[in-house]
Each structure stands twice: as structure tokens, then as C-alpha cells.
């Protein structure tokens, strides 16, 4: 009982902190980022809003929106931004929120600044708008990138935890389950290559060359890098 009131009092404690400049600007942030995404994706979702380019034949960015719509991406891209939106708004995995935005965001502000920029000024707004608010949460969060910049890394899966070191039974095991694992996935590339390909597209070199080099390289390293090296790979 004492430890569950402890905790209680430290979360209560926490929350009638001062909040610092960082954490209103962030959280500032972060609310623009969701309302942003929320009014992009809900326009969209409940009224069938699209901007105006849609329906402008001259304009480079409205043509390949068109497209989009057309093989269903663009209507996926709205659904995903509202969804992020929502988790951006609970504050719910918003690290991960920004960081799966960026890509939009990066295509968002390439095409109005690169491509509708010179044909309509208020473009050039639009891409800079994009970029400060998403880059702005991502800074915000950017704690939780510092792993994702070191310049090597060894692997860990999900459940791992950062400076996790592998035991010794496994750093020494046998090569055989990575052997029959190539196998399988060969067995699988090539299946799909021969059985999925037209006759003049059986078996390219594409679909069974890289999975080939990757796996020699791998073993390759496995032989002559030590385990001081191994550790940073």
C-alpha cells in the first residue's frame, strides 16, 4: 500500500510541476500537428474536400494528384493522416506519429515549393508551413531518436533493449538455422521469380542477385571481423 501511494504522490507531484518553456512550446507544437493533420485528413473524410489544383488540368501537382486518387493512394494518405492526427492529439506514440508524417511531409513541401511555387507564390507558403511544423515535433521528441544516430549499431530486435549485450552461447552459435533460413528464402524468390514471371522475365537478376551478394557479405564479415567489431556492426 505504501509503495502505490508513493507512486501516486510522485505522478501527482509531476503534474503540478511548473511547466517549462520547452514543454509549451512542444506541446504547442504537437497541438498544431494534430489539428493540422486532423483538418487535412477530415476535410477530405467528411466533406470530400481536395485542393483546388484537382480540377486545374495545367497544374503539374493537380495531374498527379488526380492519379493518386485514382489508384487509391490519395484517399489512404488522408485516412492515415487523420489517424495520426488523433494519436497526435492524445499524445499517444507521438514520436512515432512525426516520424511516420515526414515522408508526406517531405513530398507535401517538395511539390509546392519546386513545382507550384513558380506557377502560384502562396505555394511557397504552404511547403515551408509543411516542413516547421513537422520538423518542429521532431525536434521536440528528438531524444528519442539518439540511438537512430549513432554511426553503427549493433542489432537488436524490438524486444531488446539498447545496451543489451547477446549471451555467449548465442554469440557463438551454429550457422546451420541461417543456412536453412537462406535456403527457404531462396526457395521462395525463386519460386515466385519463375511461376509469377512472364517468359522473358523468369529469374532476372534482380529478384535473385541481391539476396545472394547480401548473404556472402554476411558471411564474409562473420569471418573476418572480430567480436570487438562484431559488437558495432
Same mark, same amino acid.
Given at each position: 500500500?505504501?509503495?502505490?501511494?508513493?507512486?501516486?504522490? %510522485?505522478?501527482l507531484g509531476e503534474a503540478m510541476q511548473p511547466k517549462t518553456l520547452q514543454w509549451q512550446f512542444v506541446t504547442f507544437a504537437r497541438i498544431l500537428f494534430a489539428i493540422h493533420l486532423l483538418y487535412s485528413g477530415g476535410a477530405y473524410i467528411f466533406f470530400g474536400w481536395v485542393p483546388s489544383a484537382f480540377f486545374n488540368p495545367a497544374s503539374p501537382v493537380?495531374?498527379?494528384?488526380?492519379?493518386? +486518387? %485514382?489508384?487509391?493512394?490519395?484517399?489512404?494518405?488522408?485516412?492515415?493522416?487523420? %489517424?495520426?492526427?488523433?494519436?497526435?492529439?492524445?499524445?499517444?506514440?507521438?514520436?512515432?506519429?512525426?516520424?511516420?508524417e515526414f515522408p508526406i511531409t517531405i513530398m507535401i513541401a517538395y511539390l509546392n515549393l519546386f513545382v507550384e511555387g513558380a506557377i502560384a507564390p502562396r505555394h511557397y507558403y504552404t511547403g515551408v508551413q509543411e516542413l516547421a511544423i513537422n520538423v518542429a515535433?521532431?525536434?521536440?521528441?528528438?531524444?528519442?531518436?539518439?540511438?537512430?544516430?549513432?554511426?553503427?549499431?549493433?542489432?537488436?530486435?524490438?524486444?531488446?533493449?539498447? +545496451?543489451?549485450?547477446?549471451?555467449?552461447?548465442e554469440r557463438s552459435a551454429s550457422q546451420l538455422p541461417i543456412w536453412l533460413i537462406f535456403a527457404g528464402l531462396m526457395a521462395v524468390v525463386m519460386a515466385a521469380s519463375w511461376f509469377l514471371g512472364s517468359a522473358d522475365r523468369r529469374l532476372p537478376p534482380r529478384d535473385w542477385l541481391p539476396p545472394v551478394l547480401s548473404f556472402v557479405t554476411m558471411l564474409a564479415l562473420m569471418r573476418v571481423a572480430s567480436p570487438a567489431v562484431e559488437s558495432r556492426i
Open positions: 500500500m505504501s509503495s502505490v501511494l508513493r507512486k501516486a504522490g %510522485t505522478g493537380g495531374r498527379f494528384m488526380v492519379e493518386l +486518387d %485514382t489508384i487509391g493512394l490519395y484517399p489512404l494518405v488522408k485516412y492515415l493522416e487523420f %489517424t495520426l492526427g488523433l494519436f497526435a492529439l492524445a499524445n499517444r506514440f507521438t514520436p512515432l506519429v512525426a516520424v511516420m515535433v521532431l525536434l521536440g521528441y528528438g531524444a528519442y531518436y539518439r540511438s537512430m544516430l549513432n554511426a553503427r549499431n549493433a542489432p537488436k530486435w524490438l524486444w531488446q533493449s539498447a +545496451d543489451e549485450r547477446p549471451p555467449a552461447a
